[in-house]
């Protein structure tokens, strides 16, 4: 089974890398296969909206993302660790799933989505932020709109959520009560067979 991970932050050594490595923990336990980018570090260029992938299906930007498409396509699980910035995903995130609007061509106009594979697709996605959650703000909800669309583009049909608030400073997260066992024990499922 071949995991992807996509660490978004930028701080390395930051709350959503540490939650993402004990996720990964958790998969390689169970034996899968895990290629891991961390994005800030990944030479993506934005989006141009060139229009070019609604016409032939493919990006014609030639950078780092032509890999990650070929590891998104084969991919049977993705993980993806976000931090939240002014109530959604980091730059360097976002900049990637708006790379996938080759994907959502692909799928919707020539119906070709990426098929399911022997093992079916899921995902797994940490969003970890300095803000408290109240009934006034929606920065977890902004963000997980975008990573369920992300996710269903990429036909990821399911995935879990694992959103952390009021951990702001570097390595916080590890102070959680129960943030990293949760981790672990998400990429353990993720992998398990169905």
């Given amino acids: 089974m071949k995991v992807l991970a996509f660490n978004g932050s930028p701080r390395k050594g930051g709350n959503s890398q540490t939650l993402l490595a004990e996720a990964i923990r958790g998969v390689q336990a169970q034996g899968a296969e895990v290629t891991v980018y ?18 032939e299906s493919v990006c014609p930007v030639q950078d780092e993302m032509q890999t ?5 396509r084969s991919a049977d699980r993705i993980i993806l ?5 002014f109530f ?17 061509a692909e799928k919707y106009i020539y119906k070709k989505p990426i098929p399911p594979g022997e093992f079916g697709r899921k995902g797994l996605l940490f969003l970890v932020g300095g803000m408290k ?6 920065g977890y909800q902004c963000a997980e709109t975008v ?13 879990v959520t694992l959103s952390y608030d009021a951990v702001d400073e570097k390595g916080a997260i590890v102070r959680h009560p129960t943030a990293l066992k949760e981790a672990f024990d ?9």
């Avoid at 961390?38 to 016409?55: D, F, M, V, W, Y």
């Avoid at 990650?68 to 998104?72: E, G, T």
């Avoid at 998400?186 to 169905?194: D, F, H, I, M, R």
């Fill in 38 to 55: 961390n994005l800030n570090e990944t030479k993506i260029r934005p989006c141009q909206n060139c229009g070019s992938c609604a016409r």
């Fill in 68 to 72: 990650v498409y070929r590891d998104i």
């Fill in 81 to 85: 660790a976000s931090p939240i910035f």
């Fill in 88 to 104: 959604g995903l980091s730059a360097q995130t976002k900049a990637m799933v708006d790379r996938c609007q080759a994907f959502w």
């Fill in 133 to 138: 959650r109240d009934s006034k703000n929606s």
């Fill in 147 to 159: 990573a369920r669309a992300f996710f269903r583009t990429v036909n990821v049909r399911e995935h």
């Fill in 186 to 194: 998400a990429g353990t499922e993720l992998v398990k067979p169905q």
